[in-house]
């Protein structure tokens, strides 16, 4: 695999900062031994070092003379996954692990910098974003609020996203959406409570929720252009407590997922209309709350050009795959997006041992691809910053 032969040099520390960070998962804002793992790295390298955006947050900024300056973003959160792996590397903090990767793409991050601060084959700047909390808590949301882009303004920021069942070393790239929107919607029916056995002093609420959730899954498959994407799912149903009284509430709760705000606003003005219609029928009262946590992820068209090009540089134009699937699952780095231009793309992790997908707790992130991924940071930015440009 044509990866640059500087950072091939570097496996073994990558390897080594990814086990080491594999056997000490941190969940949402709690990264500090991964954040000073990652300052002191930064600043080993002779790289300016900028940390307490989003709490446990880490930008690492690499400045060669006048020019455009770049972002890219690598992940440093585990998840709430007791780990099945018995190897020497598996997690020490019980109840947690990175079973998405997200070790592999910090060590890959620090990998590039290390790299790019060395030999400064660029005209520009480049800031390395290390961010806490990818996993449903949002802090990519959090570093651009407190103001990740003021403080460090690039002209475009990229993503990577290792992707098991991708071959080892191949890329996908995707202009347009690539992963999904993460909406929540709440329902709650307030009728009247009764006896059990006297259900016409009662305004029944189940009654009311049954309904709703089987009127919700018409909302996909009727109102929706059949080819557009979403999906609507209620995931609780909360009411009663005992054999014989009729409640006076009842609670459902669901998740949305979509690739265009446009259909976002249909889902949940679907919700809304159903909900209120069928509350009224029956004589109960509606009170509906959607909010909405990620949005989708949607590459800009010239930064997705200029990823698929680096990436063909390193792998090879026949390893890089154009227009994936999408994936209905969500991704913070959306928030980036939405302010910046960019390209989030994904590198193939292998078919992995025993198949793992993402967030099994038999998942590993593949060391094999730790070159591949930190040669295609280095290249994007000697392509996107011409030393002679
Ligand atoms: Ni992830």
């Excluded at 994936?327 to 913070?332: A, K, Q």
């Amino acid at each position: 695999m044509p990866i640059i032969n500087r950072i091939a040099e570097f496996h073994a520390d990558m390897t080594a900062w990814r086990r080491d960070l594999h056997a000490h998962p941190e969940t949402a804002f709690e990264e500090h031994r991964t954040s000073d793992l990652v300052a002191e790295c930064l600043e080993s390298f002779g790289v300016e070092v900028h940390r307490g955006l989003a709490g446990t947050g880490v930008v690492g900024t690499i400045r060669n003379g006048e020019g455009p300056a770049i972002g890219l973003r690598a992940d440093m959160d585990a998840l709430h996954i007791p780990e099945a792996n018995t190897f020497g590397h598996a997690s020490k903090h019980e109840g947690k692990m990175h079973a998405c990767g997200h070790d592999g793409h910090t060590a890959m991050l620090l990998g590039a910098a290390r790299y790019l601060a060395e030999t400064k084959r660029f005209k520009g700047t480049v800031h390395v974003i290390f961010q806490p909390a990818e996993e449903n808590e949002g802090g990519g949301r959090v570093m651009v609020e407190e103001g990740l882009f003021k403080t460090f303004p690039v002209q475009g920021v990229y993503g990577m996203h290792n992707w098991p069942g991708l071959p080892a070393g191949h890329f996908a790239v995707r202009s347009g959406p690539i992963m999904a929107s993460y909406d929540v919607f709440e329902i709650t029916v307030t009728g009247r409570g009764s006896h059990a056995a006297m259900p016409h002093q009662a305004v029944d609420p189940i009654v009311v929720a049954a309904d709703i959730v089987g009127a919700l899954q018409t909302v996909v498959s009727r109102s929706m252009d059949p080819l557009e994407s979403a999906v609507l799912s209620v995931t609780q149903v909360h009411a009663g407590d005992t054999w014989n009284v009729i409640p006076d509430v009842a609670v459902l709760r669901g998740t949305v997922r979509a690739f265009q705000p446009a259909v976002q606003d249909q889902v949940e003005a679907a919700i809304n209309r159903i909900a209120r219609g069928l509350c009224q029928t029956h004589g109960a009262t509606c009170a509906t709350r959607y909010e909405r946590r990620y949005p989708p992820t949607i590459n800009s068209a010239a930064e997705t050009e200029l990823a698929a090009r680096a990436a063909a540089a390193v792998a090879g134009m026949d390893r890089v795959e154009h227009r994936p699937t999408p994936s209905m699952g969500s991704e913070d780095f959306s928030f980036m997006l939405r302010e910046r231009p960019g390209s989030y793309i994904w590198l193939g992790n292998g078919p992995g041992q025993g198949g793992c997908m993402l967030h099994n707790p038999g998942y590993d992130f593949n060391d094999e691809v730790l070159p591949v991924g930190a040669s295609y940071w280095a290249t994007l930015v000697e392509q996107v910053l011409p030393q002679d440009g």
